[in-house]
């Protein structure tokens, strides 16, 4: 686990929790401190749904515990009963992620006491709540998270890489293993930048909603789809890479020049994103090697035409990494239109800090 905000935020939740208790001279504090640690989420959004979830969830359990004190007593087999009531009453209202809090308020309301017992449960409640508000009090206010500048970093990070190893593999000098291996590890970080997006598109569900963050959600989702394009083809060239050295030279030649133009067109949809250079401003040398989708397809079809048999049959297997080549050069495409339509109409409302404190 990667010692991060998180963490930290769940520490000063159950020092808050704790203090409170004790300020407010609840009995029994350190449940005050326990539920505080169910209720710490990774965004403001999660927090305040979870707050919700956790309070139904604690309100069930205390019901339920008073109403099997109140009516059959409260000795150990009926608190495992008890137990195996409001399990089952948070699974039919599908509310699973409160299931150990909600176990947690039924044993806390039953343990064995001394006194007016609806006071002692009433006392148990209210430490448990204020356990679940401190965490939400902590999560507003202490250390807002920076998702945005985190999806895009992972994003251009994980694109870096991924262009690089392309490049590395349609000049054939790439180690098999090694490159195998960080295939693996780009679908892990490729799943981490789709978490780091749910969260970011959470956050913006607490804030006003209005054209400009919508727009700017699509321009994420944008740039995700053509990195995991950028991706599969990579996994393509690496899947195809003896055919691809069985073909002439010309033809290899025209590939990977067209290849190396999209990496260059990414790389500077990547940096146009960030308003760090003007569209056209990058890489200008390598344009004059694009190739419209079009025209791919025809080079492609003239090569398999003028082959002999054997040639020709081994071709015909590279027809999905033309396919996926073309899908990645229209993913770029309409990134890029996207990013150019929203910084037309947004000036002044995309700028992303790249610069993070982990």
């Known amino acids: 686990m990667k010692f991060g905000a998180r963490i930290i935020k769940t520490g ?36 305040f749904k979870t707050v919700m979830e956790q ?31 409001v399990i089952t009453i948070n699974l039919k209202l599908k509310m699973d992620n409160t299931i150990v809090l909600t176990v947690v308020t039924v044993i806390a309301v039953m343990e064995n006491q001394q006194g007016n017992f609806l006071e002692f449960a009433s006392f148990r409640f209210l430490s448990i709540l204020l356990g679940i508000l401190s965490s939400f009090l902590v999560n507003l206010v202490f250390i807002p998270p920076k998702y945005e500048a985190k999806v895009y970093s992972q994003i251009s990070n994980t694109t870096e890489d991924i ?9 054939h000098a790439s180690g098999h293993t090694l490159l195998k291996k960080d295939i693996g590890r780009f679908k892990d970080e490729l799943l981490k930048i789709e978490q780091l997006f749910s969260m970011f598109k959470e956050e913006r569900k607490y804030k006003k909603e209005n054209i400009s963050t919508s727009r700017k959600l699509v321009v994420y989702r944008q740039l995700i789809i053509t ?47 960030i308003r760090k250079i003007r569209t056209g401003s990058y890489a200008e040398d390598w344009m004059e090697n694009c190739l419209t989708r079009e025209e791919l397809l025809d080079l492609f079809f003239k090569q398999h035409n003028e082959m002999n048999h054997e040639l020709a049959e081994l071709s015909t297997r590279l027809v999905p990494l033309i396919a996926y080549i073309n899908e990645y050069d229209e993913q770029l495409e309409h990134l890029e239109k996207l990013i150019n339509s929203f910084q ?3 000036k002044d409302e995309n700028h992303v800090s790249v610069n993070l404190d982990d």
Request: aromatic letters at 10%.
């Open 55 to 85: 309070i139904q969830g604690n309100i069930i359990g205390a019901i339920v515990a008073v109403l099997f004190v109140l009516l059959f007593g409260n000795n150990i087999f009926l608190v495992g009963l008890a137990v195996v009531v």
């Open 163 to 171: 262009l690089k190893w392309i490049r590395i593999s349609t000049r």
């Open 12 to 47: 000063i939740a159950i020092v808050l929790a704790l203090y409170l208790a004790q300020l407010l001279n609840l009995p029994a504090p350190v449940f005050a401190g326990i539920s505080a640690i169910f209720a710490i989420q990774p965004t403001i959004y999660r927090s």
């Open 227 to 273: 990195t995991k394009k950028a991706y599969e083809t990579l996994r393509r060239i690496h899947k195809f890479e003896n055919e691809i050295n069985m073909m002439p030279d010309d033809f290899q030649l025209k590939i990977i020049q067209h290849i190396d133009c999209l990496i260059y067109k990414h790389e500077e949809m990547l940096l146009k994103h």
């Open 344 to 346: 037309s109409y947004h």
